[in-house]
Structure formats: C-alpha cells, structure tokens
C-alpha cells in the first residue's frame, strides 16, 4: 500500500531559528512530491513540488530537497516568522493513477 | 476568481440525517475531488471526478455519493449520516493528476462536520 510518513508529528520552534521536517514515502512509480501549508481552519496550500530529477528547489524562506534514490524529501524553513506556523502536508503522486498519498502532516508551532 | 468555495464551513447533523456538502470551482478545472481530513492522518480521497459525466471512488467512499453535472459543481452526499463522518472535509480541484505538476491543487477552506 502506497504511504507517505512525515517526521516529526509536532516541532516548537523560536522565531527566527531553522527547521527540517522529514518526508519518507512508498509511492511507486514515483510521479512527483509536493509539500503543502496549511493554516488552521484553512485549505492546503501548495509550496513547492519536486519530480523525480530535482533535487532541491527553494521558495523564498523553504528549501525542499528530495533524494528518489532513498525515498525521502524534507523542508528546510530558514529564519522562522509567527506566520510559519502552521500544519506542513507531504503529498506523493504515483504515475500510473488519479490518486495522491497524503503524510498526516507536521504542526509547527512557532512562538516569539 | 473566487477559487474553490465550499457550503456550509460548519454544519453539526443527527445520526442517520442527510446532507449534500456543497462545492464550486471558477477556473474550469477539469479535475474535482472531495477529501477528508481527520487527526493524525492524512487527507483521504473519498470520490474524484476527471470531468462532468465521470465520476470514480477514491479510498474511503462508503457512505457518501457524489455526482458531476456541470466543470463547476461537484457535490458531495451524506446518505445516512454517522458518528464515524465527523471530519473535516475539503474540495479540491486542479488539472488532472497528470499535469498537476504546473499548479498542484485548489483546496477549498473546508466544512467541518459533526455527526451526534
């Protein structure tokens, strides 16, 4: 069964520090991964999308990474805002349906 | 452009009650999905639609019914609500998977629904 494990399930951090959140999946054949933001009471939001020859791509403060080989991506967010806070979502497509695999996501939390 | 707009955002129903979860996309997207979200997992594919006419069953669908008559509305339909429905639940709609590598999804903001 295709799944998606996202490392840690909850983060505190202090504004203005760095943080790594872990995407490990079983999707296959892998299609692309895209990471997600999602605001309490909101929607998903798209950040950044990763296929199978990148190996990292920034977006303003995130930098996701993704090694196809090992079957893992993760999120960097540098010099953390209040408004960082929030749930990030690793979402995996295979390549042969209609359907993606949802990690159950990474609540940061980050306090001033 | 209003994006995806989901109706109600709150709605609390009795067991054994109907409802339809309303959903409306402006961007004519071909591709519409209904997705729901509970704590500690991930968002579940419940039914998906790649066009008016079409529609499929994603991984959790019992219990719900969904139809597409129009590239704009895809409703989803509580037969006979239960406990077990509490959830989240959030539309989404985009170009097929295939090519939603461009923009990814449009989520709606989500109906939160409590089944007693």
Redo the contacts between chains.
Sequence with gaps: KNQ?EQSP?SLIILEGKNCTLQCNYTVSPF??L?W?KQDT??????LT?M?FSENTKSNRRYTATLDADTKQSSLHITASQLSDSASY?CVV?ADN?????????TRLTVKP | NAGVTQTPKFQVLKTGQSMTLQCAQDMNHEYMSWYRQDPGMGLRLIHYSVGAGITDQGEVPNGYNVSRSTTEDFPLRLLSAAPSQTSVYFCASGPTPRDQHVNGYTFGSGTRLTVV
């Design positions: 998606v399930q299609s692309n895209r997600y009471g909101r929607g998903p939001v798209s999308i296929t979502i497509s349906n209609n359907d993606m695999r949802f990690g159950a996501g």
